[in-house]
Protein backbone atom coordinates (compact mmCIF):
# COMPACT_ATOMS: atom_id res chain seq x y z
CA UNK A 1 0.00 0.00 0.00
CA UNK A 2 1.43 3.29 -0.98
CA UNK A 3 1.93 6.07 2.16
CA UNK A 4 2.48 9.47 1.37
CA UNK A 5 3.75 11.70 3.98
CA UNK A 6 3.82 15.45 3.69
CA UNK A 7 5.43 18.16 5.64
CA UNK A 8 5.52 20.21 7.39
CA UNK A 9 2.15 19.32 8.94
CA UNK A 10 1.42 23.23 9.46
CA UNK A 11 3.19 26.53 8.70
CA UNK A 12 1.75 29.42 9.70
CA UNK A 13 4.07 32.82 7.95
CA UNK A 14 3.40 36.46 7.53
CA UNK A 15 1.98 38.40 3.85
CA UNK A 16 5.13 38.37 1.60
CA UNK A 17 7.26 35.64 2.84
CA UNK A 18 8.39 32.64 0.28
CA UNK A 19 7.67 29.07 1.91
CA UNK A 20 8.13 25.52 0.26
CA UNK A 21 6.11 22.43 1.09
CA UNK A 22 6.69 18.68 0.43
CA UNK A 23 5.47 15.60 -0.38
CA UNK A 24 7.41 11.98 -0.24
CA UNK A 25 6.30 8.80 -1.32
CA UNK A 26 6.91 5.33 -0.28
CA UNK A 27 6.86 4.14 -3.97
CA UNK A 28 7.07 5.77 -7.39
CA UNK A 29 4.34 7.99 -8.41
CA UNK A 30 2.49 7.31 -11.34
CA UNK A 31 1.05 10.32 -11.99
CA UNK A 32 1.25 13.46 -8.75
CA UNK A 33 -0.95 15.86 -8.21
CA UNK A 34 -1.21 18.45 -5.92
CA UNK A 35 -4.44 20.69 -4.63
CA UNK A 36 -5.60 23.03 -2.68
CA UNK A 37 -8.45 22.75 0.18
CA UNK A 38 -10.31 25.67 1.27
CA UNK A 39 -12.04 25.51 4.51
CA UNK A 40 -15.63 24.09 4.28
CA UNK A 41 -14.81 23.28 0.59
CA UNK A 42 -13.59 20.26 -1.45
CA UNK A 43 -10.00 20.41 -2.79
CA UNK A 44 -9.15 21.86 -6.28
CA UNK A 45 -6.44 20.38 -8.63
CA UNK A 46 -3.55 23.04 -8.79
CA UNK A 47 -1.31 20.73 -11.24
CA UNK A 48 -0.70 17.19 -12.31
CA UNK A 49 3.29 16.12 -13.17
CA UNK A 50 3.72 13.02 -14.61
CA UNK A 51 8.08 13.18 -16.11
CA UNK A 52 10.58 12.85 -13.68
CA UNK A 53 12.28 16.17 -12.93
CA UNK A 54 9.24 18.30 -13.83
CA UNK A 55 9.08 21.64 -13.06
CA UNK A 56 5.68 23.61 -13.52
CA UNK A 57 4.98 27.14 -12.87
CA UNK A 58 1.70 28.20 -11.66
CA UNK A 59 1.79 32.31 -11.31
CA UNK A 60 3.52 32.42 -7.93
CA UNK A 61 3.53 28.58 -7.42
CA UNK A 62 6.35 26.34 -8.22
CA UNK A 63 6.04 22.66 -8.58
CA UNK A 64 8.85 20.34 -8.83
CA UNK A 65 8.40 16.79 -9.35
CA UNK A 66 11.80 14.33 -8.45
CA UNK A 67 13.89 12.43 -10.89
CA UNK A 68 13.34 9.28 -9.09
CA UNK A 69 9.26 10.49 -9.05
CA UNK A 70 9.26 9.52 -5.19
CA UNK A 71 9.01 13.18 -4.18
CA UNK A 72 8.03 16.70 -4.97
CA UNK A 73 8.08 20.31 -3.58
CA UNK A 74 5.40 23.31 -4.10
CA UNK A 75 7.15 26.63 -3.44
CA UNK A 76 5.49 29.72 -3.02
CA UNK A 77 6.48 33.34 -3.48
CA UNK A 78 5.36 36.30 -1.98
CA UNK A 79 2.44 34.32 0.02
CA UNK A 80 -0.86 36.50 0.19
CA UNK A 81 -3.55 35.60 2.51
CA UNK A 82 -5.48 33.40 -0.18
CA UNK A 83 -2.93 31.04 -0.16
CA UNK A 84 -4.45 29.82 3.11
CA UNK A 85 -5.40 26.43 3.02
CA UNK A 86 -4.63 22.58 3.07
CA UNK A 87 -2.34 21.49 0.25
CA UNK A 88 -2.70 17.85 -0.88
CA UNK A 89 -0.79 16.02 -2.97
CA UNK A 90 -1.84 12.70 -3.87
CA UNK A 91 -1.24 10.03 -6.45
CA UNK A 92 -3.63 8.77 -9.45
CA UNK A 93 -2.50 5.23 -8.41
CA UNK A 94 -4.19 2.13 -10.36
CA UNK A 95 -7.00 4.63 -11.43
CA UNK A 96 -7.93 5.57 -8.04
CA UNK A 97 -6.21 8.23 -5.79
CA UNK A 98 -4.77 8.19 -2.90
CA UNK A 99 -4.00 11.50 -0.83
CA UNK A 100 -1.43 12.73 1.31
CA UNK A 101 -2.07 14.25 4.86
CA UNK A 102 -2.15 17.91 4.08
CA UNK A 103 0.05 20.82 4.62
CA UNK A 104 -1.72 23.57 6.41
CA UNK A 105 -0.53 26.86 5.25
CA UNK A 106 -1.66 29.87 7.08
CA UNK A 107 -0.87 33.39 5.63
CA UNK A 108 -1.07 36.53 8.29
CA UNK A 109 -1.95 39.99 6.62
CA UNK B 1 -21.38 25.10 -15.63
CA UNK B 2 -22.85 23.79 -12.14
CA UNK B 3 -20.40 21.89 -10.04
CA UNK B 4 -20.93 18.88 -7.98
CA UNK B 5 -23.99 19.29 -4.78
CA UNK B 6 -23.99 17.83 -1.92
CA UNK B 7 -26.66 17.45 0.54
CA UNK B 8 -26.93 17.68 3.51
CA UNK B 9 -23.80 19.80 4.40
CA UNK B 10 -23.95 19.29 8.04
CA UNK B 11 -25.73 16.64 10.18
CA UNK B 12 -25.60 15.41 13.66
CA UNK B 13 -26.63 12.09 14.66
CA UNK B 14 -26.18 9.70 17.74
CA UNK B 15 -23.82 6.57 17.31
CA UNK B 16 -26.14 3.74 16.55
CA UNK B 17 -28.50 5.96 14.03
CA UNK B 18 -28.42 5.91 10.34
CA UNK B 19 -27.73 8.87 8.23
CA UNK B 20 -27.69 8.94 3.91
CA UNK B 21 -25.36 11.55 2.27
CA UNK B 22 -26.64 12.83 -1.45
CA UNK B 23 -24.35 13.72 -4.47
CA UNK B 24 -25.03 15.40 -8.01
CA UNK B 25 -22.18 15.11 -10.01
CA UNK B 26 -21.15 17.14 -13.12
CA UNK B 27 -23.91 16.88 -16.22
CA UNK B 28 -21.86 14.07 -18.28
CA UNK B 29 -19.30 12.84 -15.57
CA UNK B 30 -19.11 8.95 -15.95
CA UNK B 31 -16.80 8.63 -12.76
CA UNK B 32 -18.35 9.06 -9.38
CA UNK B 33 -16.36 9.09 -6.04
CA UNK B 34 -16.84 9.45 -2.58
CA UNK B 35 -13.86 9.80 -0.08
CA UNK B 36 -13.70 10.07 4.35
CA UNK B 37 -11.38 12.80 5.39
CA UNK B 38 -11.29 12.58 8.94
CA UNK B 39 -10.15 15.78 10.76
CA UNK B 40 -6.56 15.95 10.09
CA UNK B 41 -6.31 13.53 7.30
CA UNK B 42 -6.59 13.73 3.51
CA UNK B 43 -9.53 12.21 2.02
CA UNK B 44 -9.66 8.58 1.72
CA UNK B 45 -11.36 6.69 -1.29
CA UNK B 46 -14.19 4.77 -0.54
CA UNK B 47 -15.64 3.47 -2.91
CA UNK B 48 -15.64 4.59 -6.96
CA UNK B 49 -18.26 4.37 -9.91
CA UNK B 50 -18.00 3.96 -13.40
CA UNK B 51 -21.69 5.13 -14.61
CA UNK B 52 -23.60 2.64 -12.12
CA UNK B 53 -21.07 -0.01 -12.23
CA UNK B 54 -18.83 -0.65 -8.61
CA UNK B 55 -15.36 0.22 -9.92
CA UNK B 56 -13.71 0.19 -6.14
CA UNK B 57 -15.38 -0.38 -3.04
CA UNK B 58 -12.09 -1.91 -1.20
CA UNK B 59 -11.97 0.49 1.40
CA UNK B 60 -15.37 0.95 2.23
CA UNK B 61 -16.47 -0.89 6.00
CA UNK B 62 -19.36 -3.05 3.68
CA UNK B 63 -20.94 -3.92 7.32
CA UNK B 64 -22.16 -0.80 7.58
CA UNK B 65 -22.04 1.58 5.06
CA UNK B 66 -23.28 1.08 1.24
CA UNK B 67 -23.42 3.06 -1.88
CA UNK B 68 -25.81 3.25 -4.87
CA UNK B 69 -25.50 5.26 -8.76
CA UNK B 70 -28.73 4.16 -9.61
CA UNK B 71 -29.13 5.59 -13.71
CA UNK B 72 -25.74 6.41 -13.22
CA UNK B 73 -26.33 10.16 -12.53
CA UNK B 74 -26.60 10.99 -8.82
CA UNK B 75 -25.69 8.87 -5.74
CA UNK B 76 -26.52 8.21 -2.27
CA UNK B 77 -24.32 6.96 0.31
CA UNK B 78 -25.46 5.43 3.86
CA UNK B 79 -24.28 4.10 7.18
CA UNK B 80 -26.20 1.84 9.59
CA UNK B 81 -25.45 2.15 12.60
CA UNK B 82 -23.15 4.85 12.72
CA UNK B 83 -19.95 5.07 15.28
CA UNK B 84 -18.66 7.68 17.04
CA UNK B 85 -15.30 7.11 14.79
CA UNK B 86 -17.36 7.88 11.57
CA UNK B 87 -17.27 11.52 12.46
CA UNK B 88 -15.38 12.86 8.91
CA UNK B 89 -16.53 15.04 6.23
CA UNK B 90 -17.79 12.78 3.10
CA UNK B 91 -16.52 14.28 0.25
CA UNK B 92 -18.16 13.69 -3.43
CA UNK B 93 -16.01 13.96 -6.62
CA UNK B 94 -16.89 13.31 -10.67
CA UNK B 95 -14.76 13.39 -13.09
CA UNK B 96 -15.17 12.77 -16.85
CA UNK B 97 -13.66 9.66 -16.95
CA UNK B 98 -11.58 7.52 -13.98
CA UNK B 99 -8.02 8.93 -15.47
CA UNK B 100 -8.85 12.51 -15.61
CA UNK B 101 -9.03 15.53 -13.36
CA UNK B 102 -11.69 15.10 -10.53
CA UNK B 103 -14.16 17.73 -9.34
CA UNK B 104 -14.69 17.74 -5.73
CA UNK B 105 -18.20 18.97 -4.01
CA UNK B 106 -18.12 21.05 -0.98
CA UNK B 107 -18.80 17.79 1.67
CA UNK B 108 -20.81 17.18 4.44
CA UNK B 109 -19.64 17.13 7.60
CA UNK B 110 -21.36 14.10 10.10
CA UNK B 111 -20.64 14.15 13.76
CA UNK B 112 -21.51 11.53 15.74
CA UNK B 113 -22.12 11.75 19.20
Known amino acids: TQLLEQSPQFLSIQEGENLTVYCNSSSVFSSLQWYRQEPGEGPVLLVTVVTGGEVKKLKRLTFQFGDARKDSSLHITAAQPGDTGLYLCADNYGQNFVFGPGTRLSVLP | EAGVAQSPRYKIIEKRQSVAFWCNPISGHATLYWYQQILGQGPKLLIQ????????DSQLPKDRFSAERLKGVDSTLKIQPAKLEDSAVYLC???????????FGPGTRLTVT
Open chain 2, 49 to 56: FQNNGVVD
Open chain 2, 93 to 103: ASSLDRVIEQY
